[in-house]
């Protein structure tokens, strides 16, 4: 059984919740690989499929969103998960996350076995001025608590499902 696990990620956050749980994958014997929706033309080979992104002003990144709606006949094919990651400091305990504005529609589209939201990560320290717009570094400096939220725990738990779903199914 191969398991693609893509992402979308501009900070590094997202990458990180895709390495970990493309590696319980591993771990619990899928023959995974892990890319970044960044350098994907199309989708690769797999059975299933684990999309991820970063949340940046309640949008999918430009990539992970792109490549998910010009791949929608093989996803709505195949058994797909679908997570974002975003919420930051009391939002991310809060457990009323906002789910980026693209989910909706990729529900209809692709019939995801599930879609989860993660807390996320910011590091200002590894921010490049190029990262971020000018408005951006703004918003993100008044609005944005800095820090490292992820649940791994919770990551784990919704990896072990995907793992348990794909050998059972
Ligand atoms: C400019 C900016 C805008 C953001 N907008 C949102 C948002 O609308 N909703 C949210 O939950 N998180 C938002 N975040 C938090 C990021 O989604 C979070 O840091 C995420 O883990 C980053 O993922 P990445 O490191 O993979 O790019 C924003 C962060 C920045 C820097």
């Given at each position: 059984m191969r398991v693609a696990v893509i992402y979308g990620s501009r900070l590094g956050a997202t990458r990180g919740i895709a390495e970990r749980v493309a590696a319980r994958l591993g771990v619990a014997g899928l023959d995974v690989r892990i890319e970044s929706a960044?350098?994907?033309?199309?989708?690769?080979?797999?059975?299933?499929?684990?999309?991820?992104?970063?949340?940046?002003?309640?949008?999918?990144?430009?990539?992970?969103?792109?490549?998910?709606?010009?791949?929608?006949?093989?996803?709505?094919?195949?058994?797909?998960?679908?997570?974002?990651?975003?919420?930051?400091?009391?939002?991310?305990?809060?457990?009323?996350?906002?789910?980026?504005?693209?989910?909706?529609?990729?529900?209809?589209?692709?019939?995801?076995?599930?879609?989860?939201?993660?807390?996320?990560?910011?590091?200002?320290t590894a921010l490049k001025s190029s990262d971020l717009s000018l408005t951006e570094r703004v918003v993100s400096r008044r609005f944005l608590p800095e820090g490292d939220f992820r649940d791994w725990t919770a990551i784990d738990a919704w990896a072990d499902g995907i793992a348990r779903g794909l050998s059972i199914g």
């Open positions: 960044e350098r994907l033309r199309d989708l690769p080979a797999a059975d299933a499929f684990v999309i991820g992104s970063g949340i940046y002003g309640q949008h999918w990144m430009k990539d992970a969103a792109a490549l998910v709606k010009r791949s929608t006949a093989v996803l709505r094919a195949h058994p797909v998960w679908l997570f974002s990651s975003g919420p930051l400091g009391r939002w991310a305990t809060s457990g009323d996350a906002i789910e980026p504005r693209e989910i909706a529609g990729f529900r209809r589209a692709i019939q995801p076995l599930d879609h989860r939201v993660f807390a996320g990560a910011l590091d200002r």
